[in-house]
């Protein structure tokens, strides 16, 4: 029997979760390589905030529409050849960026790094759905979750410590190194890898509906597939003002160091990775998810309204951007939960691809946003943003729930 078809065991399963983790570690940061850089890009190429907004438009515009073909492309040839194609053109991105002479050379970079981050969410959901044990699925999610914020808090330490020493070119060479020693590993652990003769692994809760064989396009008449791809939009744009420019909100707003700014985005995903393993004990007593990520985007939220407030310390206003990452990150597993209940079942590359990218135009459209926010000198604003996107997100989480919970009670009445 070989590795595909026999039951997964604990070790096999640690290992693919543990690899996944990583690679999906790796893509977070990439989605940071530029927003920590900006202060040296400003400077060295003589951009306005709204040009390195648009670099981060450019590769989650990129991102957003590849990641939607992406999940076609997984269903026909494979979630592990796909993975081993992104972490490349994420070396390659990297590599431009750092010798890049201009403006354009920037932009093509974050063409480059979108495309790599675009095929991550298909290829890793439809893995562990395929080569993780069903009762261990909990547990891939949550280290899925983690490894991504993770990867983010990961990306500003790294690159401006290296751009402050080495520069900014040095800092994007030394981060071209971390896709492809992460693809060498991926290659050597390859077998266990392999999706193709494997089917679903899925046997959890999902929504009764299912997409019926026929038109590949069919799951897209589901109305909880664009619910969800709601609720994906919104929570990004969210979190897209926390990406690229809390940093330097909090240093133009407070008047701290673009160090110790830093370290309050640094607070923010550190506490965020904490909250997710919090959420999880949470979401696994309830299965109104929507619950959960009320109390933590609600939260979040207030701590986001308090440091635009701009009558807090400095220190505090660090602390408070911890608050934020903790009450989005206990929202975190129930927010995944959620959308995995209003799933069709036999959801596979194409939804995820679809349903994902969501988060993809959120981050694309937030730069732009925020950009235009600091160049008209409203650091405020910046968070003030943050903190409506998070309780705007409450209306379209309680939608999802609802509409769910409709259809569990209906599927027990018709079983009774």
Known sequence: ???????????????????????????????????????????????????????????????GVGQAASGFVVDRIGARNVLFFGLACLGVSALVLAVAPNYVFLLLGSMLAGLGNSVFHPACFTLLNKRVSPARLGHAFSVHGISGNLGWAAAPVFLAPLAAGFGWRFALAAAACIPLAMLALLLVYRKIL????????ITTTHNTEAIKTGHALDFMRLPAVWMCFLFFFITAMAIGGVQSFSSTGLHELYGMSLATATVGFTAYMLASAAGMLWGGFLAAKTTRHERTIAMGFTASGIFAMTIASGAIPPLMAVLLMGGVGLGAGIAGPSRDLLIRAAAPKNATGRVYGVVYSGIDIGLALAPLMFGAVMDGSHPAWVFVGIGLFQWLALLTAFRVGN?????????QASTV
């Open 403 to 411: 509409n769910t919970e409709s259809k569990r009670a209906a599927a």
């Open 1 to 63: 029997m070989n590795a595909s078809t026999a039951t997964p065991t604990l070790r096999q399963d640690a290992q693919v979760i543990s690899l996944e983790g990583l690679a999906h570690g790796v893509s977070h940061f990439f989605h940071l390589i530029l927003a920590p850089l900006f202060p040296w890009l400003k400077e060295a190429f003589g951009l306005s905030y709204a040009e390195l907004g648009f670099l981060m438009t450019v590769f989650f515009i990129v991102s």
């Open 194 to 201: 392999d999706t193709d003769d494997d089917g679903d692994a």
